[in-house]
């Protein structure tokens, strides 16, 4: 099992910034991708950003030049950078880690941009 805690979720101003964080812990041994996805109220669940364990990205066009997705393998850990933020990134934030063919989930963190 693997256990995904996000924190950094918050209130903040448009065109403020929030740094998210998500704890990895467990059975971490063949992690690969790591990733933030969001959900909207009334929306489904959208790609945010993936960084594998080589340190490639991909960023959802709604947020490139604005988020940055990071990782620190020697922390388990992988964030996300949010700056320049809108009243559309609005979301519940979750953190997500595929281990081999198995997929985890975090439970989410609030992020909330008002205008």
């Known amino acids: 099992q693997v256990q995904l805690v996000e924190s950094g979720g918050g209130l903040v101003q448009a065109g403020g910034s929030l740094r998210l964080s998500c704890a990895a812990s467990g059975m971490l041994f063949s992690i690969n991708t790591m990733g933030w996805y969001r959900r909207a109220p009334g929306k489904q669940r959208e790609l945010v950003a993936t960084i594998t364990s080589g340190g490639d990205t991909n960023h959802a066009d709604s947020v490139k030049g604005r988020v940055t997705i990071s990782r620190d393998n020697a922390k388990n850990t992988v964030y996300l950078q949010m700056n320049s933020l809108k009243p559309e990134d609005t979301a519940v934030y979750y953190c997500?880690?595929?281990?081999?063919?198995?997929?985890?989930w975090g439970q989410g963190t609030q992020v909330t941009v008002s205008s």
């Open positions: 997500n880690a595929w281990r081999g063919l198995i997929n985890y």
